[in-house]
């Protein structure tokens, strides 16, 4: 077993490229960074219509699925996660949201000591590079590149003026002082490109740092323990079953399903069931796969006539050849697009503390993930719950580490998210159908018979799903279902850390991808200061 490093981590994703990024800064700090997936170093990538694109394939993706949810009339859900360095910065939509103060506070009142919304704001300032907002609330020197969108896109203008007509605020800032409001989103994006957490924390330093070692292709199949202590992975690569050692620690950052299903693998877990599996018990944590939670979205889908929008139709094809060259020139344009370029946060009650529903305005007519395809133009708005009360779980389908873990959410399975999504729907179609929009669009293409409460129920069992934003399942804190601490070291066993979204004890407001990175910027300041003491 060949020590490579002090720290070994275990996926390439937000969290894993910030902690290796910001370590790897202190040259007495060596950093081996193990991805499943390729570099993601590729127009695909880094052209952000390319998002679109790449949701319902597996290119760069595990495109995994949920098991049948009860919810949702039994169907089963789809989980797409990033397979590349990046991780799901390489798909996703690129929206940079925090979350809400409030968020962060809670996990403080549960214990979870250093990181309240006043703890971790300095974290999420260091890590953006933001275009055009400073202040007390933003960041202009750190990795992470966020900028306005440079779509030029008129829809725009009328996605704004129908959330006036509905009397709606509007917001130019939903990460300042207050979030509430509809506006268009910042993206993680550079002039136009796509800016994943790899191009910002580990490209710009790969070969260039002599203690920061990448590889790719290699899945990580198994912690190695001596005793209680982590001591190094056993994994595959290009088909060989290598095993590599850690100086100091192993940090798991294969994300909300990988990391637990990786430490279930490795013995750490509910015992019984481990026993169950045949797998030999290194420490008993129930907690390990529990908790899941993720935002449940139904999505309002429009047919329009502008060539403005997304679609397939002859006009479209000429338009986009000449969005392909404007974006080879200016990178400007339509191929600029993130897909959800508007947004919003809503309260389906005034007397909540926080939004409770959450916008994402489409440029195209998006269906089932963007797997079924219509001709034509059109819009869609994505309307999801921000703190669904269902919580769900990860569990091992077989001891083989190849196998896809069964991942069950539990969507709407509590019935006071359902409520919610009533009332958050009723909101939501009040922008649909203010005369900005109305003007411009031909048809409903499924909402158009849905009138009453059951119907609105029905419509939403039939067709929501997720919004991509999986947490939870090594949760952090001090109550007997935490696997992690409040330094993220995964209690009861020494040398092993979590540093992922699967940590957030509770599900934040918002858009996970640049918490997510916070984290990892924390983790690393908590281990400098460790190695200081």
């Given at each position: 077993m060949n020590q490579i490093s002090d720290y070994i981590v275990v996926g390439g994703g937000a969290g894993g490229c910030a902690i290796a990024g910001r370590l790897t800064e202190d040259p007495s700090i060596s950093v081996t960074v193990l991805e499943a997936g390729?570099?993601?170093?590729s127009w695909v990538v880094n052209t952000p219509i390319g998002v679109v694109a790449m949701l319902p394939t597996k290119l760069n993706n595990w495109a995994?699925?949920?098991?049948?949810?009860?919810?949702?009339?039994?169907?089963?859900?789809?989980?797409?996660?990033?397979?590349?360095?990046g991780g799901s910065s390489g798909l996703n939509a690129m929206v940079y949201i925090r979350g809400h103060r409030s968020d962060y506070d809670q996990w403080a009142a549960l214990g979870n000591t250093g990181w309240s919304y006043e703890d971790v704001l300095p974290y999420f300032k260091h890590s953006e590079n933001n275009e055009t907002h400073a202040g007390h609330y933003h960041g202009q020197n750190g990795p992470l590149r966020v900028s306005e969108l440079r779509t030029d896109n008129p829809i725009q203008e009328r996605y704004i003026e129908a959330a006036k007509q509905a009397g709606f605020p509007i917001n130019t800032d939903f990460n300042g002082a207050e979030q509430e409001g509809v506006g268009i989103y910042q993206v993680t994006q550079y002039q136009g490109e796509r800016w994943t957490a790899?191009?910002?924390?580990?490209?710009p330093h790969m070969g260039k740092r002599t203690n920061l070692r990448v590889e790719t292709g290699c899945q990580v199949t198994k912690i190695i323990f001596e005793g209680k202590r982590a001591v190094g992975v056993q994994m595959l690569q290009n088909g060989?079953?290598?095993?590599?050692?850690?100086?100091?620690?192993?940090?798991?950052?294969a994300g909300a399903f990988q990391s637990p299903q990786l430490l279930m693998l490795s013995g750490v877990g509910d015992a019984s069931a481990l026993?169950?599996?045949?797998?030999?018990v290194v420490h008993h944590l129930p907690g390990v796969g529990q908790n899941l939670q993720d935002h449940p979205d139904f999505v309002f889908k429009y047919r329009a006539k502008s060539l403005d929008l997304l679609g397939v139709s002859p006009g479209g094809s000429i338009r986009m050849l000449r969005e392909f060259r404007r974006y080879q020139t200016q990178r400007r344009g339509m191929l600029t697009s993130n897909g959800a370029e508007g947004g919003g946060f809503l309260k389906t009650d005034s007397s909540l503390a926080a939004p409770d529903i959450q916008l994402h305005f489409v440029m195209a007519m998006l269906d089932d993930h963007a797997r079924k395809l219509h001709l034509g133009h059109g819009f869609s708005c994505h309307m999801c719950l921000l703190r669904p009360k269902s919580i769900?779980?990860?569990t091992l389908a077989s001891p083989d580490p190849l196998a896809a873990p069964l991942i069950n959410p539990r969507f709407l399975e509590h019935p006071e998210d359902m409520d919610t999504m009533v009332k958050g729907f009723k909101l939501t179609r009040k922008i649909m159908d203010a005369p900005a929009l109305t003007s411009i669009r031909s048809s409903d293409f499924q909402t158009a018979d849905v009138h009453t409460d059951d119907e609105i129920r029905a419509v939403i069992r039939a067709t929501s799903d997720t919004v991509y934003h999986p947490i939870g399942t090594c949760k952090m804190g001090v109550d007997a279902m935490a696997v992690v601490d409040p330094t993220l070291k995964v209690i009861g066993?020494?040398?092993?850390?979590v540093v992922d979204a699967s940590i957030m004890p509770t599900l934040i407001g918002g858009n996970t991808n640049a918490p997510t990175m916070m984290i990892g910027e924390k983790a690393a300041d908590m281990i400098k200061a460790e190695l200081r003491q």
């Open positions: 390729g570099t993601g170093d995994f699925d949920t098991v049948p949810q009860l919810g949702l009339n039994g169907r089963l859900g789809y989980q797409p996660r990033g397979k590349m360095l790899a191009r910002g924390y580990l490209r060989q079953q290598k095993t590599l050692r850690a100086g100091r620690e192993i940090i798991l950052a026993q169950t599996m045949g797998i030999p769900g779980e990860v066993v020494q040398g092993l850390r």
